[in-house]
């Protein structure tokens, strides 16, 4: 009997063990993130930056020698002297990613072309996306062949520099993004993980 009571007890504290976790194994499949273009130097040889995983629903570090690339970077467009003039889309090592869905004029209006875009019916992906505008609609294929589509709610420049040196700014993307993590084309069977 004491046997049995030992199991019952330690069954119990295994199942909660795996259920009663943070909600930091939680993926968050749609919502809203920033991405940056920010450089961080952790150590005297090594950079890093952080990307998007559509898998992990969060900002993951990207090192620029090695790791496992994240489906979404953002690096900056910049003059001669560093200052920022825009924007590049990336996702590393996928040259079939980024399909411009729509642009609208205003958040609501893009908005709202987001919400009711349901199926991904694109075949014609392109590497890299140099013309990022506010309120642009794109579809991601990630190199694992799973689809995201992304609304660009807000770009920032974030000015780290000097007047004359502007090597230290990036930019700051804010997006909405929604994630079919079945690898189907259809987001509106993608209703959990919300």
């Not at 559509?54 to 690339?69: A, C, M, V």
């Not at 420049?157 to 997006?175: A, E, L, V």
Request: charged share 20%.
């Amino acid at each position: 009997m004491k046997l049995s009571i030992h199991i019952i007890i330690l069954l119990s504290i295994l199942l909660c063990a795996g259920s009663c976790d943070d909600k930091e194994d939680i993926i968050k499949y749609k919502g809203e993130a920033v991405i940056s273009s920010e450089i961080i130097q952790e150590n005297v040889n090594l950079y890093i930056v952080y990307g998007f995983s559509f898998e992990k629903g969060k900002n993951i570090p990207y090192y620029l020698t090695s790791s496992t690339p994240p489906d979404l970077i953002i690096t900056k467009l910049a003059e001669l002297n560093d200052s920022i003039t825009g924007a590049v889309l990336n996702s590393p090592e996928n040259e079939e990613a980024f399909y411009l869905n729509t642009t609208g004029t205003s958040y609501t209006e893009a908005k709202e072309w987001f919400d009711n875009y349901g199926e991904v019916t694109a075949t014609d992906f392109i590497a890299l996306v140099d013309s990022v505008e506010l309120y642009q609609v794109w579809t991601l294929q990630t190199a694992a062949g799973k689809f995201a589509k992304i609304l660009i709610k807000n770009i920032d420049i974030m000015t780290n520099g000097t007047i004359q040196d502007y090597s230290d700014d990036y930019i700051d993307i804010t997006i909405d993004y929604e994630y079919q993590p079945d690898g189907t084309r259809n987001f509106r069977t993608n209703r959990s993980g919300s």
